[in-house]
């Protein structure tokens, strides 16, 4: 089982992983929780104005952020 995890952990980095807002293998982001965010939308996101139709987009794509849950 952990051999299984190793691989996946080496997959990522090497291949990247699905952005949460454009729904694209990229190869580097940022996360958020347990969310993954490319770059290029991180960086689309900051510059876009909240007026800006492209905002209630990203709104809407971000609710896919879940918290993860804390066990204690």
């Known amino acids: 089982?952990?051999?299984?995890?190793?691989?996946?952990?080496?997959?990522?980095r090497q291949?990247?992983?699905?952005?949460?807002?454009?729904?694209?293998?990229?190869?580097?982001?940022i996360h958020l929780y347990t969310s993954f965010i490319c770059t290029e939308c991180e960086n689309d996101l900051i510059r876009t104005d909240t007026s800006d139709p492209k905002y209630k987009y990203?709104?809407?794509?971000l609710k896919k952020v879940t918290t993860p849950e804390i066990f204690s």
């Open 15 to 29: 291949f990247g992983e699905i952005c949460i807002i454009c729904e694209h293998q990229k190869p580097k982001g």
């Open 58 to 61: 990203f709104l809407n794509k």
């Open 1 to 12: 089982m952990e051999v299984e995890g190793l691989n996946s952990s080496l997959a990522h």
